[in-house]
């Protein structure tokens, strides 16, 4: 089963307001709460990572999930289940690298178990000290489309890392030890007086998209020329790469800020890409790329 | 290494007040905030485990965890990986069975992720509620303590599992459906007006006072004739067994409740069970029980 169906299977069983964002906003206690996994040999391998990046990216994408939301990153706690292989300086350095995205979070607890593989899973809380918090369905026709950060960056550090590669840097870098956005969400989260669209791209900046249009009942329709890239990477690498931590916004298109522009919502369904409709359904969208590429 | 020693690694690491209990206070916020984990074949088997229970266990220790704080048990979020073998029912199952620990408590997010085997982390919330939340390191001198309900039921029940026995159905279902002591917690929490110690005895009931005594630079007597146990048990099991999550506390002696008295808080280091004082080392206390064992 894909993560996707197995999220509406929990949806539709906890009936919860709750579920489907990736925070959950808990307005009695003016927060937003997120809690995301990585495991090894699934997101990670200790071949190419070491436990300072590890800690990072374990730190990070979380961060990253509560900029999605607008609100401020504030705490975290990190469950660690770790094999006998681990040592002392492993967990010193995962921790001092999980402390050093942000000096405004401030990791408050956690645990650590034992276990036959290193999984880690890490729980965000964010302030929404007065801000406006944003929701995926929250994409009106008429908004813009805008985006944070390159990407395809990650896919192609992470293509470099399971070769051996570890130049050029900027990739390698942008895989292992992402910086969530928090300047982006910040500006979105203080200024809008209006409901928007937020999501970052760990799936892929064609997936968030697709999220945003599908909870909203709307299509999008972008430009690949006007999405930030390294222009040594292909634009399948760019709109699916994955894992940049990017953000990607649907606002008002009167609404004034300096981040480049990639699209519009318009009525309809699913991602009109360079003119060319994907159907509203994620799986098929990369069952379309796998297609073409056998072509 | 043990995870005590790596829970201190992690503590000079971060140079965090907030590291230590096992919830983390965040005053700003008038929450409690904890991360437990549960991974396949270290600490739960599916050969006697229905993904219901499972579910419903995951739920249970996280809230005990917000018990011991003394907080209101509020809001958890689930974080699932999940082998290929898993499938749709036991999604539902799980989850199932992990909302009907508490009408209160509401499961609001999380994550599925793959993986090799399962591992849940789950993270809970409670409200303090202008409740006073309890610190292990808050037994004074001339408390007494007290517990609540029997204690050594799980370790029977577990031991009882794997050899495939299914009954008396009480042990078995202490270990498979522990049931948080959220009326103990409570009790405590709204009518303290002093500070008091409490801790859930997940891992043991001497665990569980020696942690205290050490953390509070005191040392714990109890009389084990007053424990309350299933008189078929010997007294290691309910001593050490683990798993029960009872809570116990160290409260002002003229506190009126209706709680088994089982000891008291007297000045020294330790832990003096019947007479007998032991190391406050806790492996030195598993040793001499091993050693004891062996005569």
Not at 18 to 44: M, P, R, T
Not at 158 to 179: S, W
Request: hydrophobic residues 40%.
């Amino acid at each position: 089963m894909k993560e996707k169906e197995l999220i509406q299977i929990i949806k539709s069983t906890l009936n919860s307001e709750y579920i489907g964002d990736d925070c959950a906003y808990l307005k009695d206690l003016g927060i937003v709460i997120s809690q995301d996994s990585l495991v090894e040999d699934v997101h990670f391998s200790l071949d190419y990572t070491t436990p300072y990046q590890l800690g990072w990216k374990s730190a990070a994408v979380n961060i990253s999930d509560i900029c999605a939301s607008g609100a401020k990153p504030k705490y975290l706690t990190i469950s660690l289940s770790l094999p006998n292989k681990v040592n002392e300086s492993f967990v010193k350095e995962f921790y001092q690298g999980a402390k050093s995205v942000s000096n405004d979070v401030e990791i408050v607890g956690g645990d650590i178990t034992g276990s036959d593989k290193i999984y880690i899973s890490v729980c965000a809380i964010g302030l929404t000290n007065g801000r406006k918090i944003s929701s995926r369905s929250n994409a009106k026709v008429g908004y813009k489309v805008i985006v944070s950060g390159e990407h395809g960056n990650s896919a192609e550090g992470l293509r470099l890392l399971q070769k051996g590669i570890l130049t050029p840097e900027k990739f390698v870098r942008a895989h292992l030890m992402p910086v969530p956005q928090i300047d982006f969400s910040e500006y979105l989260a203080k200024n809008a007086d209006f409901d928007y669209a937020m999501m970052d791209t760990s799936d892929g900046l064609a997936d968030a998209l697709i999220q945003i249009a599908n909870s909203s009942g709307v299509a999008i329709k972008i430009d690949t020329s006007k999405i930030p890239h390294d222009t040594s990477l292909n634009m399948e690498t760019v709109l699916y790469g994955g894992e940049d931590y990017g953000l990607v916004a649907a606002i008002p298109s009167e609404f004034a800020c300096s981040y480049p522009v990639i699209g519009e919502v318009i009525a309809g369904a699913g991602l009109i890409i360079d003119g060319q409709k994907f159907v509203n359904i994620d799986n098929k969208l990369y069952n379309h790329f796998e297609e073409k590429n056998e072509n």
